[in-house]
C-alpha cells in the first residue's frame, strides 16, 4: 500500500484515513439518515457514496497526505467497518458492489436536450473521469417524478434552471439495455446564457456542440461525432430530435458569424481529463451547500453516534434472504 519509491514527501497522498473522521462522515452520511433509507444495501451504498464525495472533495482536497479512496475502498473502510452490524458483511462486499453497479444501471435517467435559438446547437457536458460528451441527465432520486428530476439534474450539472421552459409532454425516450432515458426538449436557449455546475468532480466541461458535428448518428450508446467528439448516450436521440426540429421553426435564423466549432462556455480549472477544445469562458464553480462542520470537540464519538441496529440488520435479512 505504501509506495517507498515515491518522491520526497513520502508521505503525499499515501496516508489512509483516521477511523474518526471515517467515523464523523458515517454518522453524518449514512447512520442519521431515516431508517427508510437503510432498508437495503443499494440504498445504504447511495449514502455511502456522498460521503466518499465529501471525504474525496473536502477531507483529501484539504489534507494532502490523505489517500484518495475508492468508492470500494472507502465502503469496506467506513460504513463496514466502523459499524458492528456491517462488519461481517467486508466479505461479501464485491458481490455487494456488483449488485449496486447492477442496481445503478437500472434507475431511471432523465434530463434535457437544450437547443439554443437557432436549434443548430445543443449543450453538452463533458464528465470528469472520462472524455465523452453526454446530455446534462441523471439518475432518478426514490419517489421524483421525471420531469422534477430533468430539472434538478439540469441545475447540479449547468446552473441553468429548466423548471420554467420544461414542457412535460415534449421529451424523447429511449432504453438503453434495462436503463430508460427521457430527455426533455428546451428549444431556444440564448447562446450568451451562463453555465457553470453546481457539484464538484462530476463535470469538467460545458459546450454548445453544432448538432451537425454530433452526426453521422448510428444507434451505439457510445459513439464519435465527425470531428472525433467522443459521444455517450447522445447518437440514438439524434434521428428523432432531427425529426423534432424539421417540424419547430427555430426563433432565431442561423448565424453564420459564430465558429463552425463547438463553443466552450464553462471548463474547470483543475480537471482529470487534459482536453484540448477551445476556451472562452473560466467561472467559477458554485460550491455546494456545505453540510453541518464536523464535530471535533471532545466526546464526540458519543454526540454522534446515533446508530439504530434494528433497521440494519432488517436491511441485511433483506438483501441476503
Ligand atoms: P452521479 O450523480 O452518480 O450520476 O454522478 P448521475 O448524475 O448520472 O445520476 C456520476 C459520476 O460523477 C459519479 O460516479 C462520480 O464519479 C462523479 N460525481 C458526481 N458527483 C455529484 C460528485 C461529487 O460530488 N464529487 C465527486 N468527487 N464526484 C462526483
Ligand atoms: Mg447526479
Same mark, same amino acid.
Given at each position: ?17 483516521? @477511523? ?21 444495501? &443499494? ?25 484518495? /479512496? ?31 453497479? %447492477? ?54 450539472? *449547468? =446552473?441553468? #434552471?429548466?423548471?420554467? /421552459? ?12 434495462? @436503463? ?24 469538467? &466541461?460545458?459546450?454548445?456542440? +453544432?448538432? #451537425?458535428?454530433?452526426?453521422?448518428? *448510428? ?35 442561423? +448565424? ?5 466549432? =463547438? ?7 483543475? %480537471?482529470?481529463?487534459?482536453? %484540448?477544445? *477551445?476556451?472562452?469562458?473560466? @467561472? ?21 453516534? +446515533?446508530? %439504530?441496529?434494528?433497521?440494519?440488520? @432488517? ?7
Amino acid at each position: 500500500m505504501f509506495n517507498h519509491h515515491r518522491t520526497p514527501s513520502s508521505s503525499y497522498k499515501t496516508v489512509l484515513p483516521p @477511523q474518526e473522521l471515517l467515523d464523523d462522515l458515517c454518522s453524518r452520511f449514512v447512520l442519521n439518515v431515516p431508517k427508510e433509507d437503510l432498508q437495503s444495501f &443499494e440504498r445504504i451504498l447511495f449514502l455511502v457514496e456522498y460521503a466518499h464525495w465529501y471525504y474525496e472533495d473536502n477531507s483529501v482536497e484539504n489534507n494532502p497526505s490523505l489517500k484518495s /479512496l475508492s468508492l470500494k475502498e472507502f465502503t469496506s473502510l467506513s460504513v463496514f467497518n466502523s459499524c458492528d452490524v456491517l462488519k461481517p458483511y467486508v466479505a461479501h462486499i464485491d458481490d455487494i458492489f456488483k449488485d449496486f453497479t %447492477s442496481y445503478k444501471v437500472r434507475v431511471p435517467v432523465t434530463g434535457a436536450i437544450i437547443l439554443d435559438e437557432t436549434f443548430e446547437r445543443c449543450l453538452l457536458v463533458k464528465g470528469w473521469k472520462g472524455s465523452s460528451w453526454s446530455f446534462p441527465r441523471g439518475k432518478k432520486s426514490k419517489d421524483e417524478e421525471d420531469h422534477a428530476c430533468a430539472v434538478r439534474e439540469v441545475l447540479e450539472e *449547468t =446552473g441553468f #434552471d429548466v423548471s420554467k /421552459l420544461l414542457n412535460k409532454n415534449e421529451f424523447l425516450e429511449f432504453n438503453f439495455g434495462q @436503463q430508460r432515458v427521457r430527455l426533455y426538449i428546451i428549444a431556444g436557449v440564448k447562446d450568451d446564457t451562463s453555465f457553470a455546475p453546481q457539484t464538484k468532480k462530476e463535470i469538467s &466541461e460545458i459546450a454548445w456542440q +453544432r448538432l #451537425d458535428e454530433l452526426q453521422p448518428s *448510428t444507434d451505439e450508446v457510445i459513439s464519435r461525432g465527425i470531428t472525433g467528439l467522443k459521444l455517450y448516450m447522445v447518437s440514438p436521440f439524434l434521428a428523432s430530435l432531427k425529426s423534432w426540429i424539421s417540424s419547430h421553426q427555430p426563433p432565431m435564423a442561423p +448565424r453564420p458569424d459564430l465558429p463552425l466549432k =463547438g463553443i466552450c462556455v464553462w471548463k474547470a480549472k483543475h %480537471s482529470s481529463t487534459g482536453s %484540448s477544445s *477551445t476556451i472562452t469562458d473560466n @467561472q467559477p464553480t458554485k460550491s455546494e451547500p456545505d453540510p453541518q462542520p464536523l464535530d471535533v470537540g471532545p466526546g464526540r464519538s458519543f454526540r454522534n453516534f +446515533r446508530f %439504530s441496529t434494528a433497521p440494519i440488520l @432488517q436491511a441485511m435479512e433483506a438483501s441476503f434472504s
